[in-house]
């Protein structure tokens, strides 16, 4: 069984249970989101059946899963851009945690496995990929190089160590937290973004979250 440490396959969940909270959960954050605006209730909805999606199918099919969780994470940042409209003139930036989080789903699909070299440099192909349209957004919408540069270098430290371990080695426990700390740096990331295009103080409010990740981390699995 693939990940069979997780709590639905170790019994601790039931998968009624599981049901129950994830139905919640979609349904409060949709009903929160009508608050907002009507197109931040569209893309809410977009967001649920995509999990959903990926949840219920896409697991089943390793060439399609990771776009269904790289689409989870472009539609929020989309999301999130929604509550000022004014913002969506960078609507195309979604594309940066798309391509991202593909990759980090590529390279976690056989974490548990190991000897898994080609999705790792598939991964990190799709990595450089977010990392050159990123600088091709900075030319295109004038933003904040030096702010950019910063954030990126600290992304960039966060994530290359331990990827480049995970490919060395093709070792689980190493391709497990390449995994692990590639989705912790998505904070990084989403911090350049907003110092790019936005404001580099703003940018900094979201440093916090890292050792508090880091720190929950620490006792849910991360994948």
């Given at each position: 069984?693939?990940?069979?440490?997780?709590?639905?396959?170790?019994?601790?969940?039931?998968?009624?249970?599981?049901?129950?909270?994830?139905?919640?959960c979609?349904?409060?954050?949709?009903?929160?989101?009508?608050?907002?605006?009507?197109?931040?209730?569209?893309?809410?909805?977009?967001?649920?059946?995509?999990?959903?999606?990926?949840?219920?199918?896409?697991?089943?099919?390793?060439?399609?899963?990771?776009?269904?969780?790289?689409?989870?994470?472009?539609?929020n940042?989309?999301?999130?851009?929604?509550?000022?409209?004014?913002?969506?003139?960078?609507?195309?930036?979604?594309?940066?945690?798309?391509?991202?989080?593909?990759?980090?789903?590529?390279?976690?699909?056989?974490?548990?496995l190991?000897?898994?070299?080609?999705?790792?440099?598939?991964?990190?192909?799709?990595?450089?990929?977010?990392?050159?349209?990123?600088?091709?957004?900075?030319?295109?919408?004038?933003?904040?190089?030096?702010?950019?540069?910063?954030?990126?270098g600290?992304w960039?430290?966060?994530?290359?160590?331990?990827?480049?371990?995970?490919?060395?080695?093709?070792?689980?426990?190493?391709?497990?937290?390449?995994?692990?700390?590639?989705?912790?740096s998505?904070?990084?990331?989403?911090?350049?973004?907003?110092?790019a295009?936005?404001?580099?103080?703003?940018?900094?409010?979201?440093l916090?979250?890292?050792?508090?990740?880091?720190?929950?981390a620490?006792?849910?699995?991360?994948?």
């Open positions: 069984m693939n990940k069979a440490n997780r709590p639905i396959p170790k019994g601790l969940v039931s998968k009624n249970q599981a049901f129950a909270l994830g139905a919640f979609f349904s409060l954050g949709i009903y929160l989101s009508f608050f907002v605006n009507q197109f931040s209730s569209i893309l809410a909805v977009g967001i649920c059946c995509t999990a959903f999606l990926y949840d219920a199918v896409g697991k089943q099919f390793d060439y399609f899963s990771p776009f269904l969780m790289g689409a989870c994470r472009g539609l940042l989309l999301l999130g851009m929604s509550a000022f409209p004014a913002s969506l003139q960078y609507a195309e930036l979604a594309m940066i945690p798309f391509l991202f989080i593909i990759g980090v789903t590529v390279i976690g699909q056989k974490e548990h190991g000897r898994n070299r080609a999705s790792i440099i598939v991964g990190s192909i799709l990595y450089l990929s977010a990392l050159v349209y990123f600088m091709y957004s900075l030319i295109q919408f004038e933003g904040n190089w030096w702010a950019a540069l910063i954030f990126l600290l960039l430290a966060m994530l290359l160590p331990p990827t480049y371990k995970a490919w060395k080695t093709q070792r689980p426990l190493f391709v497990q937290k390449a995994v692990k700390y590639a989705v912790l998505l904070i990084l990331l989403n911090a350049g973004l907003v110092a295009f936005g404001n580099s103080w703003f940018a900094l409010l979201l916090p979250l890292l050792p508090i990740t880091l720190g929950v620490k006792v849910f699995r991360v994948t």
